[in-house]
T-cell receptor
Framework: GENVEQHPSTLSVQEGDSAVIKCTYS??????FPWYKQELGKRPQLIID?????GEKKDQRIAVTLNKTAKHFSLHITETQPEDSAVYFCAASINTGNQFYFGTGTSLTVIP | DAGITQSPRYKITETGRQVTLMCHQTWSHSYMFWYRQDLGHGLRLIYYSAAADITDKGEVPDGYVVSRSKTENFPLTLESATRSQTSVYFC??????????FGPGTRLLVL
């Protein structure tokens, strides 16, 4: 099956700086890559996603890039704010209706 | 988010007892999923269902049983709870080829 690795496991940045979280996947058939944000004690919530026919997608301060050749994708958060502090999970899926394979998460702390 | 609910939100039980966690969604999504979340392991899929009466194993199915007699409900049963099943359990649902939406979670403690 698919194997998704996520790095780093923890990340601390100063408010206003950028944060980058990287994930790699093993199955070249994977074609959908969502990112979830989970605040402490809350449910995971989708923040952005990308499909394999797109190399980059942006939504305000958040962007995701995908390199199919290298089988890795990254989450970029610019101008970080304290409310960005959370655990972020990447995932890969061959079919968005079927199984998601999640990374182990990155705990992001934004220091005011 | 209010479209998918889980009950109970918190549960304490003892080793060997049977426990059922409930999941209900109002979106008529075809797919439903059960995950467990443990520190260092992220979200691991236990079981999923593509439609009523269709279920399939995920990554960590041992010790769990599911059923799906109605599209909107997907209960997860621990037949004989063990301490290693102490975890946070999330239910999720999606349309076919759609993203997954998570319920609020159930915190289970097995003593």
């Amino acid at each position: 099956g698919e194997n998704v690795e996520q790095h780093p496991s923890t990340l601390s940045v100063q408010e206003g700086d950028s944060a980058v979280i990287k994930c790699t996947y093993s199955d070249s058939a994977s074609n959908y890559f969502p990112w979830y944000k989970q605040e402490l004690g809350k449910r995971p919530q989708l923040i952005i996603d990308i499909r394999s026919n797109v190399g980059e997608k942006k939504d305000q301060r958040i962007a995701v890039t995908l390199n199919k050749t290298a089988k890795h994708f990254s989450l970029h958060i610019t101008e970080t704010q304290p409310e960005d502090s959370a655990v972020y999970f990447c995932a890969a899926s061959i079919n968005t209706g079927n199984q998601f394979y999640f990374g182990t998460g990155t705990s992001l702390t934004v220091i005011p | 988010d209010a479209g998918i609910t889980q009950s109970p939100r918190y549960k304490i039980t003892e080793t060997g007892r049977q426990v059922t966690l409930m999941c209900h969604q109002t979106w008529s999504h075809s797919y439903m999923f059960w995950y467990r979340q443990d520190l260092g392991h992220g979200l691991r899929l236990i079981y999923y269902s593509a439609a009523a009466d269709i279920t399939d194993k995920g990554e960590v199915p041992d010790g769990y049983v599911v059923s799906r007699s109605k599209t909107e409900n997907f209960p997860l049963t621990l037949e004989s709870a063990t301490r290693s099943q102490t975890s946070v359990y999330f239910c999720a649902s999606s349309e076919t080829r759609g993203t997954q939406y998570f319920g609020p979670g159930t915190r289970l403690l097995v003593l």
